[in-house]
């Protein structure tokens, strides 16, 4: 299972990696998105997959029984998971604006772009023509 699971994380940094050379931002957000979801797969599988035993160290042992789940990656994978979600709709909103003000996703054109109407910040609206 660990070595479907080594293949499947490859191919989700391969894919990562493809989105993240593209020079859509759109793209480049869901390739970073799915970089962090390979990521986490990888310290999960490195920490083993088994169902034998719990983690738990019985009476007047000083080990666990073997084989066990680590559980140090779950709980490193959590904080993670939480943190990458906070990183998604901070870049999607920043993605958002920018196509606000710019009227394009193209990285290229970015430079070019001459944004169409300022936004008024306190609203967060188009000014109407004067």
């Not at 490859?10 to 859509?24: K, P, V």
């Not at 959590?78 to 909103?93: C, E, H, N, P, Q």
């Amino acid at each position: 299972m660990e070595a479907l699971l080594a293949i499947v994380s490859g191919i989700l940094f391969a894919c990562s990696f493809y989105l993240m050379m593209r020079r859509n931002l759109l793209r480049f957000v869901i390739g970073l998105i799915i970089l962090g979801n390979a990521a986490n797969l990888l310290i999960f599988t490195m920490g083993r997959l088994t169902r034998d035993h719990p983690p738990v160290i019985p009476y007047g042992a000083e080990l666990p029984i073997e084989p066990y789940a680590n559980p140090l990656p779950q709980a490193l994978i959590l904080t993670a998971i939480v943190i990458s979600f906070g990183l998604l709709v901070f870049a999607l909103v920043l993605v958002f604006r920018n196509y606000l003000t710019t009227n394009t996703l193209d990285a290229d054109t970015l430079d070019a772009a001459e944004p169409d109407e300022p936004l008024d910040v306190h609203t967060e609206t188009r000014r109407l023509p004067a």
